[in-house]
């Protein structure tokens, strides 16, 4: 193992020849030790650019370490202030765009003779944004994995995502763009739209914000439907249901805006799970069928949002500070 972390040291040096890189890649396919150290150095690299004064390499490690701790124990305090929240933001995102970069790296490597694929996988409490080849834009939200290639073909442009995403897709009337989620899809040639798609739940969403997308039902592909804007279509249990857009503040989560519309309780703490990256266990089901309606902007934290709820629907709210345990009752 010694010699392959000296080999990852090598690699960032740009001291390894080509045969040695991709012997490094394809190690990393099965060995999940050595790719947690790849992963770790990247960050390091990454996370050197956010403190540019500070060029020791034993410094950096010190500093992602501690940051690391820092957002963990962070997950659950009532209010976090605006400069922790973008030093959080920025670190983040060097963080996912390294995984992204080894991500990437195996896949144009490791596999040289099929299509270059990338995957950026946005972990809990964080979301991202990126520019696809062809200059659509793409919020991801947490817990939310787009896979596309490297560079589109000459017939379509194809991504498949799981979670929730909105895109911004450039105009290109000759090849249309498909997002692909696991029981739907849905083709356009130059919009805005969001796509719900979380495993666990039991429908797909798709909300038209401008232009028009179709969506088919991949089980049953003679069955689709054309959205205009300001429409929205469920797909669940192999009907499609087609609805107009009860607010478009249903998209400002891209903004770091959680908005709830008679939402139930349940639903709520799913989201607020996936946002905050914490455990809620609810001790009394009955809670579940409560409802709220309202906006909180992320950095207002889990304790603030559970607190206002809690306060209209009167339940009680305890934390686990060891286990990153929330838990409500009456």
């Known amino acids: 193992m010694e010699k392959m972390e000296e080999q990852v040291r090598r690699y960032f040096q740009g001291m390894l020849d080509d045969s040695e890189r991709l012997e490094l890649l394809r190690r990393m396919d099965t060995d999940s030790r050595l790719k947690s150290e790849f992963i770790g150095q990247q960050n390091i690299e990454a996370l050197s650019l956010l403190w540019k004064q500070e060029q020791d390499e034993r410094e950096a490690r010190r500093k992602y370490s501690q940051l690391i701790r820092s957002m963990k124990e962070d997950h659950l305090r009532p209010r976090h202030s605006f400069s922790l929240y973008v030093r959080y933001v920025a670190a983040a995102a060097l963080l996912i765009g390294s995984t992204a970069f080894i991500t990437q790296h195996l896949s144009k490597e490791s596999l040289p003779y099929e299509k270059a694929m990338s995957s950026l996988y946005v972990p809990s409490g964080q979301r991202a944004q990126l520019v696809l080849p062809d200059g659509t834009q793409v919020w991801l939200n947490t817990r939310s994995t787009l896979t596309y290639p490297t560079s589109f073909g000459s017939k379509e442009r194809r991504v498949n995502l799981t979670g929730e995403a909105f895109f911004d897709v450039a105009k290109d009337a000759e090849r ?61 249990e192999g009907k499609m249901q087609v609805q107009p857009t009860t607010s478009p503040d249903h998209f400002l989560w891209k903004d770091g805006i959680y908005c709830f519309e008679n939402e139930s309780l349940k639903n709520i703490l799913i989201q607020l799970e996936r946002y905050y990256d914490v455990k809620i266990e609810v001790k009394d089901p009955e809670l579940f069928n409560l409802t709220y309606s309202g906006k909180f902007r992320q950095q207002d934290g889990i304790d603030e949002i559970l607190r206002i709820i809690g306060k209209i629907n009167r339940f009680t709210v305890t934390k686990d500070m060891e286990t990153s345990t929330v838990r409500v009752s009456k």
């Not at 798709?206 to 179709?214: C, D, F, P, Q, R």
């Open 176 to 236: 249309p763009f498909i997002v692909s989620t696991k029981d739907v899809e849905m083709k356009v040639l130059g919009t805005k739209f969001n796509v719900y798609n979380y495993p666990g739940t039991d429908y797909i969403q798709a909300s038209l914000l401008e232009g028009s997308i179709e969506v088919s039902d991949l089980r049953m592909p003679t069955r689709r439907v054309t959205l205009k804007p300001n429409e929205t279509v469920t797909v669940c």
